[in-house]
């Protein structure tokens, strides 16, 4: 399972695991366990959000993980609907009492807009929310930051203003979408994409397309789609309750064929 301990390194120099365990839609109760679990399997990168209501047990995982605490990447996020300075440092200051950690690896801002208002301009608050989370940065409270589910718009209004260009955008990425636009435009300014959703939520296991490509490499489906999103230099965050499955979900040390990762682009 060499891939979890594989790293890419952000800009800034900062190591970050090539796969991370995500704990999108695992309840607070759940969350304690799986989240040990994971690195008890080896995952090195655990992936949560104030939205997603399970920092406190992820948190107390971490700790009671028995690991030292660089050696585990912890990433957060700031809610969608809270924009503004002080108020991105009131809800930084909240994670971090939830999680019980000192600092954090990677901090998002969860969507440039609230979820209930998907589209809205909020440019203005953005703008605001990273300044904020620039001068986190700065005082060492957090090793890296960055955005999710920004478009180039949204990301270029950050770089016409702002002193840190983001490091990671953490997008919706799987085989059969994977945000063209957005990838290259990262691409140019050396931001990371995480992909989260990798196995398209589920539904990738219904695709006979993909499930031939698996068959042929004698690897599952989810397999294949986390090992996709690598091959394709993303990091994929594949989310599971199931141990058996977190464990499958690791075992990634094999490489897809370059005619058929040229395939399974054209899907």
Known sequence: MKTLTDVYTLYN????????YGTWQISNSEAYQCTLDAISIGYRHIDTAKAYRNEKAVGKAIKDSGLKREDIFVTSKLPAQTKGFQETLQAFSETMNDLGLDYLDL??????WPWDEIGKDCTEGNIQSWKAMEQLFKE??????????????DIQALLDTCEIVPMVN??????GNTQKDTVDFCKKHNILIEAYSPLATG???NNHKVQKVADKL???????????????NTLPLPKTTHKGRMEENAKLDFIIPKEDLDFLDTL
């Open 140 to 153: 060492g409270k957090i090793k890296s930051i960055g955005v999710s589910n920004f478009s180039p718009k």
């Open 203 to 205: 539904k990738i296991f």
């Open 170 to 175: 953490q997008i919706r990425y799987f085989i």
């Open 13 to 20: 120099g900062v190591k970050i695991p090539k796969v991370g």
């Open 218 to 232: 004698g690897v599952s489906i989810a397999q294949l789609s986390i090992r996709y999103c690598i091959d394709r």
């Open 107 to 112: 901090y998002l801002i969860h969507a440039p």
